[in-house]
């Protein structure tokens, strides 16, 4: 069989558009020029093949599926992340690496992932939830007692910790609430847990039926930041990310349980990278999974995969090579 031709979405109209671009780039690098076709989506919509702009989505689509065999989604946050540029491919009838409709869907939304995490018994920090119909200050003071004194603040579908926040007392919590519901955001507010924070990716081999977490990694940042947030994730040097974590091999295990369950709980495929906290008392809690982890130099789930053996262009290859196998299964 002739080796595809694969098409790099990168890009897109949310607020993780730059670090799109960059991971798309990374992935068109580790791919042979002949055979790939960066695809940018503009903040403002607008589609270019190969750096062509297309005169309609439709357009695009079309010529998407005239120049290229299989597709690489390097699109993080809402639009790329969410299911709705899955559900356009699958109409489509192309083949593309990671997750479908549904467990795109799921997993974008902190507040679906997080009532499945507990619908199977996975563990995760308390939670409360508002949106326009339920939300008031009575409500949201009500929670914070409930949470305990210290709380995260985050949209229930955004990416790369955009508009979250930690309020330091009950009247900075209502403050963050009302104003991310008054943007149109239903809103998860979360007991904050202060301890080790990790994550751990899963990666599938569909040619050989497999599923395994990579190793652990532990995310340090620095003192300047106060939480795992844009910034830190993306800026070099800014976070110390130590893989394979420094826990005992008991709690290594249990954490690479987790996110496998996480997985197979979401329904993703191919990858997911799933972050975890370490409570004081040892336990660990799920926070968020994500079925389009970075593809950046500094990205976790590349790195992850490095140590377990699997350089970037092996990774990728492997990524595309699971959605041409899955393209030829229902061909």
């Given at each position: 069989m002739s080796k595809p031709r694969v098409a790099v979405l990168m890009g897109g109209p949310s607020s993780e558009h730059d670090v799109s671009l960059r991971s798309g780039s990374q992935v068109l690098a580790a791919l042979e020029p002949e055979l790939s076709v960066p695809v940018v989506i503009g903040k403002n919509g607008v589609w270019s093949l190969g750096g062509e702009a297309q005169p309609s989505v439709g357009r695009a689509l079309d010529e998407l599926r005239a120049r290229a065999d299989v597709v690489f989604i390097a699109m993080h946050g809402p639009f790329g992340e969410d299911g709705t540029v899955q559900g356009m491919l699958t109409a489509l009838g192309m083949p593309f690496v990671g997750s479908g409709v549904a467990?795109?869907?799921?997993a974008m939304d902190k507040v679906r992932a997080k009532q499945i995490y507990v619908a199977t018994g996975l563990p995760t920090p308390e939670f409360a939830v508002f949106r326009a119909r339920t939300h008031s200050e009575a409500a949201v003071r009500e929670a914070a007692a409930r949470l305990g004194d210290r709380w995260v603040v985050k949209p229930s579908c955004n990416g790369s910790s955009f508009g979250v926040s930690f309020p330091k007392s009950v009247d900075a919590l209502v403050a963050a609430v009302s104003e991310l519901v008054g943007q149109g955001n239903e809103v998860l507010v979360e007991r904050f847990v202060k301890g080790t924070e990790l994550t751990c990716g899963v990666l599938e081999d569909a040619e050989a039926g497999t599923l395994r977490a990579l190793p652990v990694t532990?995310?340090?940042?620095?003192?300047?930041?106060?939480f795992f947030d844009y910034e830190a994730k993306y800026t070099p040097g800014a976070t110390d990310e130590i893989t394979p974590a420094r826990i005992p091999d008991a709690l290594r295990d249990r954490v690479q349980a987790l996110a496998l369950a996480a997985h197979e709980a979401l329904g993703c495929r191919?990858?997911?990278r799933t972050d975890v906290m370490i409570a004081p008392d040892g336990a660990p809690l799920l926070l968020e999974t994500n079925t389009i982890p970075g593809f950046t130099a500094?990205?976790?789930?590349?790195?992850?995969a490095q140590v377990a053996g699997l350089d970037f262009p092996a990774l990728v290859d492997r990524l595309v090579r699971n959605a041409v196998h899955r393209g030829a299964v229902h061909a």
């Open positions: 467990a795109s869907g799921l532990e995310i340090v940042p620095t003192a300047k930041y106060e191919d990858m997911s500094q990205s976790l789930l590349p790195q992850a």
